[in-house]
């Protein structure tokens, strides 16, 4: 059965410093990923997305995400970040259709001065 | 840049009371989700609609759910008989074969 895991709960980190959030999946055949962001009372935003091609993949906000089949992973980095970035981010795969996502659990990032 | 709309932002009924959930899609998408997120677990998907069908569904949309496109624009999700396990956010989603756009969701809460 298909899986989508982010190991990390909760992430705390300083304004201005790295940011990396992890992503595992299990899938039989090279899925699609996406990272959503979901800011408080909001909906999920989508940051990015790998369908096929360049591993490394840009999105929105600074943000992007390497996807490394060997690992099937798709983590996603930020080289220094704003206070804006609190938020919850959510990994996602889609499996036999656009719209049957399969979300992890989501990782809470809490940005500190 | 256009958005999926969801009304109301926040919906509060009664065990087994109907409610409908309602949602407009991006203008020209063609695909249509609802998803939900209990309250610390996981987004889940529900059901997903094109050519005025449910497309696929999951073990969780029961016969209490249904999904209903009434006009050109809205998309609608009934819940017939609510249970105190249905308060969760739901998720209103559209595509036209693309990545997801998501709304920023109903909150239902049951009591």
């Known amino acids: 059965a298909q899986s989508v895991t982010q190991p990390d709960i909760h992430i705390t980190v300083s304004e201005g410093a790295s940011l990396e959030l992890r992503c595992n999946y299990s899938?039989?055949?090279?899925?699609?990923l996406f990272w959503y962001v979901q800011s408080p009372g909001q909906g999920l935003q989508l940051l990015l997305k790998?369908?096929?091609?360049?591993?490394l993949v840009q999105g929105i906000k600074g943000f992007e995400a390497e996807f490394k089949r060997s690992q099937s992973s798709f983590n996603l980095r930020k080289p220094s970040v704003h206070w804006s970035d609190a938020a919850e981010y959510f990994c996602?795969?889609?499996?036999?259709?656009?719209?049957?996502?399969?979300f992890g659990a989501g990782t809470q990032v809490v940005v500190t001065p | 840049e256009p958005e999926v709309t969801q009304t109301p932002s926040h919906q509060v009924t009664q065990m087994g009371q109907e409610v409908i959930l309602r949602c407009v899609p991006i203008?020209?998408?063609?695909?249509f989700y609802w998803y939900r997120q209990i309250l610390g677990q996981k987004v889940e998907f529900l059901v997903s609609?094109?050519?005025?069908?449910?497309?696929?569904k999951s073990e969780i949309f029961d016969d209490q759910f249904s999904v209903e496109r009434p006009d050109g624009s809205n998309f609608t999700l009934k819940i017939r008989s609510t249970k105190l396990e249905d308060s969760a956010m739901y998720f209103c989603?559209?595509?036209?074969?693309?990545?997801?756009?998501f709304g920023n969701g109903t909150r239902l809460t049951v009591t």
């Open positions: 989603a559209s595509s036209n074969n693309s990545p997801l756009h």
């Open positions: 609609f094109y050519n005025n069908e449910i497309s696929e």
């Open positions: 790998y369908f096929s091609g360049d591993t």
């Open positions: 899938y039989g055949a090279t899925p699609y």
């Open positions: 996602a795969v889609a499996t036999d259709s656009w719209g049957k996502f399969q």
């Open positions: 203008s020209n998408h063609l695909y």
